[in-house]
Each structure stands twice: as structure tokens, then as C-alpha cells.
């Protein structure tokens, strides 16, 4: 997003007056109904989100019938086999997750005049409006140009979950690439061994493909492994810092002032991954509880 010449005047308009309502059109008939799963229609989004689980299934299918089905050790196979397949389907809830969840957008053309009047504005108060989607928007929240909606906390866009990363999807998008980063791990892991035990042994008795076929195969899946490794443990702390300083990509990128309430980096955990701390911390088919969150407002 390119940043506005006049500081902070990007989407704030000072006075109610200046909102001009009349140039905002109501509210469009909803065309999600309640209830309903959200997806965004890009069509670069949905090629990199099929495209991750594409890769990941590779990732298992190399896995499974590559290294661990020709093993010798039973014991071997069994473990590590229901480690990556766990750590696997975690990954891909977690970015089913990510991706079909709501990441917190704004009602979509509400700055109408009714709904200004029923802020009850007093004077000297500031309102959030975003001229693009003619909505009258919380405090942090910015405007997507994919999604074409303004989105509370948004940090930023993924096209890899196809989806704003968000206040209502963040813990999803966290334990994707912390998930993601650990099958990677444990297929290097495994490759590695694998290398060595084929190395030692005729390459015809380590794998029920031909010795081309289990090199190229390996050698992609090594090139896989080390390239989302380094991405998403990259992406996973840069995540956790975000939150524990409360503060969302375009936030840093902007360097906006911050004019919310400090809290304490427990406290920021708390607030994505929910109240209080438990297991269902790493679950991506818990939705959190923000517990006693406080509400976003319209005005400052």
C-alpha cells in the first residue's frame, strides 16, 4: 500500500462533517449469508493456496512410500510416520483455518448518514473512514485491496492462505507456519537418514523406486524442506514479535503512533490465542476466547 504524503490523514477525516454521507451509498444486500465460509475470490490466492497443499501431499507421499514404508525397522516407521502425519494434517487444518476464516472485516458501506448519527459524535472527536469501500471503520483497521475490505488489526495479506491475516485468523496463520516449519524439519530429518542408510546399504534395497527416482525424489524433497523451513520460521517469529508487542505489519511498516492501550506481551498472547492458556493453544479447530477483550471503536 503506498503511504499518504500527509501523516495520519490517509483514510481520518477530522469532523463528522467532513464525511460527506450523502456520497456513500447503503449498505449492498448481503451476499454471504450468516454463517456462511468465507473465501476470497483471487485467482492468485486460490493458485498459491492449491499449491501449498500440493506440495505438502508431495512432502507426504515421499515420506510415507520413499523412506519410511521400505525401512526395515517397524518401530521406526510406525513413530515417525504418525509424527509427520500429524504434524501434516495440523498444518493443513491450520491453513484451511487461516484461509476460510473471517480475519475480522468491516461492514461494508456503513458510512451512511444514519449510521454516523447514531455514533452520537461530540466535537473535537475523530472518525476512521476508508473512502474505497465507503465504510466507517474501528481504530487499526486498514483497507485490503484484495479482499476489498477493511480488516480489523489487519497485518498483512498472504496470498499463500489467500486470505488478510487478521484479529479473528491470526492463531491460525501462527500455528500454519509453526506446523509447516516443523514437517519441514522432521522431512530433512528423515531424508538425511535416509541418504545415509542407502549410502551404506545397495540402493536398490532402500527404496521400492529405482535409485534415479529415489535421488531426484529426495533431492526435491530436501530443496522443499529447506526452502519453507527457512520461510516459515522467518514468518512464525516474525509473528510472535508482532504480537507480543502488539503491533501489526503495516503498523511497523507505517511506523504509526500507537494510541491503544499498553498491554503486557503475556497479555497480547492471550488476546489471539484466547483466555486462558491450554492445549487448545495449538489447536486450529479451537476458535479463541478473547475473554474481556476490549471492543474496538469507531472514534478516538
Known amino acids: 500500500m503506498k503511504s499518504s504524503p500527509v501523516p495520519r490523514s490517509r483514510d481520518i477525516e ?5 464525511l ?14 450468516p454463517g456462511e465460509m468465507w473465501f ?12 501449498t497443499w500440493l506440495l505438502v501431499l508431495y512432502a507426504e507421499f515421499v515420506v510415507v512410500f520413499v523412506m519410511l514404508l521400505p525401512a526395515r ?11 509427520f502425519n500429524t504434524l501434516a494434517f495440523l498444518a493443513l487444518a491450520s491453513h484451511f483455518r487461516a484461509m476460510c476464516t473471517d480475519p475480522g472485516a468491516v461492514p461494508k458501506g456503513n458510512a451512511t448518514k444514519e449510521f454516523i448519527e447514531s455514533l452520537q459524535l461530540k466535537p473535537g472527536q475523530v472518525v476512521y473512514k476508508c473512502p474505497k469501500c465507503c465504510s466507517i471503520k474501528p481504530e487499526r483497521a486498514h483497507h485490503c485491496s484484495v479482499c476489498k475490505r477493511c480488516i480489523r488489526k489487519m497485518d498483512h495479506h498472504c496470498p499463500w492462505v489467500n486470505n488478510c491475516v487478521g484479529e479473528n485468523n491470526q492463531k491460525y ?15 530433512l530429518f528423515m531424508a ?17 523406486f529405482s535409485p534415479p ?7 526435491l524433497l530436501c530443496f522443499e524442506g529447506l526452502l519453507f523451513l527457512i520461510f516459515t520460521a522467518v514468518m512464525f517469529g516474525t509473528q510472535v514479535h508482532s504480537i507480543c508487542t502488539d503491533e501489526t505489519g503495516i503498523e511497523q511498516l507505517k511506523k504509526e503512533e500507537k494510541t491503544w492501550v499498553k498491554k503486557s506481551r503475556w497479555m497480547n498472547m492471550k488476546m489471539v ?21 476490549d471492543a474496538y471503536q469507531y472514534v478516538v
Open 192 to 208: 538425511a537418514l535416509h541418504f545415509v542408510f542407502c549410502f551404506e546399504e545397495d540402493w536398490s534395497k532402500c527404496s521400492t
Open 213 to 219: 527416482s529415489t535421488v531426484i525424489l529426495l533431492i
Open 20 to 33: 460527506q454521507p450523502e456520497h456513500c451509498a447503503p449498505p449492498p444486500p448481503r451476499l454471504r449469508p
Open 273 to 293: 490465542f484466547g483466555h486462558p492458556f491450554s492445549i487448545a493453544w495449538l489447536s486450529p479447530f479451537t476458535t479463541p476466547d478473547h475473554g474481556k477483550a
Open 173 to 187: 496463520f501462527v500455528l500454519f507456519t509453526m506446523y509447516i516449519a516443523l514437517i519441514s524439519f522432521h522431512a
Open 73 to 83: 525397522s517397524v518401530a521406526y516407521s510406525l513413530v515417525n510416520g504418525a509424527l
Open 14 to 18: 477530522r469532523q463528522a462533517g467532513y
Open 40 to 51: 476470497v475470490r483471487d485467482g492468485c490466492g486460490v493458485a498459491c493456496g492449491l499449491i
